[in-house]
């Protein structure tokens, strides 16, 4: 045992994407077994990886989740900076940039109304729940916005690891509401062409959770909809802890 544990340890990117790769077999079977697709196997899988990095944390007392525990350290560095960034960028490889011009004016409304609202309601949520210096609420109203700019803006203003785990909390709660709730609101928002995509995910700004919703609508929208939700979150970390906190420091002081 100790011998595979060595092994197993030694090549831990590896296991990670073993691990990974059942993991959403197993979601993807029980999203056709349970729920007839209408729950994509994404979304599951996000719920069980969710519990198990609650576990490992737990178990461990560490911070990384399951990463914690030595077997199952190459999940830290799948889980990190460097890949996740890699597999954004590579769904901009599938989108017609013919298509995108198309999205026009749309497009471009779309990312910045949808960062606005986001980090307005955000804003609202942290101080509904006691938040009132200007860190805190910057932090988990851009966390409303994504789980990628939640963090970044709370780096960059000093916000405290518990806001800035708030933050991370709401970014991924979002992101599965999104993923869950796309494939149910299609048809009534007329989420069937590649301008609709682009606008949608402009919108929604989750790139996770919009690529995982328009997979289970249909794949052929799921580069669109990523490419703007790309820009919406390039353009989140700018303005979270720029624009966002400057304003939020103004009206609610430091």
């Excluded at 914690?68 to 490889?93: E, K």
């Amino acid at each position: 045992m100790e011998l595979i544990a060595d092994v197993l340890i030694d090549n831990g990117l590896l296991f990670a994407f073993l691990i990974v790769g059942v993991l959403m077999l197993v979601c993807g079977w029980l999203s056709k077994t349970l729920t007839k697709g209408r729950l994509h196997g994404s979304a599951i899988a996000i719920i069980v990886g969710l519990v198990l990095a609650y576990v490992g944390g737990a178990a461990t007392g560490g911070e990384k989740g399951l990463a914690d525990v030595a077997v199952f350290s190459g999940l830290g560095l799948m889980g990190g900076s460097m890949l996740r960034d890699f597999a954004i960028v590579s769904t901009a490889y599938g989108v017609d940039v013919r298509e995108i011009r198309r999205s026009g004016a749309a497009g471009v409304l779309s990312i910045f109304l949808g960062i606005f609202v986001s980090f307005i309601v955000g804003g609202l949520v942290a101080v509904m729940f006691g938040y009132t210096d200007a860190a805190s609420i910057a932090t988990i109203g851009s966390g409303a916005a994504t789980y990628i700019v939640g963090p970044v803006t709370g780096t960059a203003v000093g916000a405290g690891s518990d806001v800035i785990a708030l933050s991370v909390a709401a970014g991924l709660l979002k992101a599965v509401v999104v993923m869950v709730g796309t494939p149910m609101i299609a048809k009534l928002i007329g989420l069937n062409n590649p301008k609709s995509a682009m606008a949608y995910g402009g919108l929604m700004g989750t790139t996770s959770g919009v690529a995982g919703g328009l997979a289970a609508t249909d794949k052929r929208l799921v580069p669109y909809g990523a490419m703007t939700a790309t820009f919406y979150t390039g353009m989140g970390c700018l303005l979270g802890p720029s624009v966002f906190y400057v304003a939020v420091r103004a009206i609610v002081g430091g």
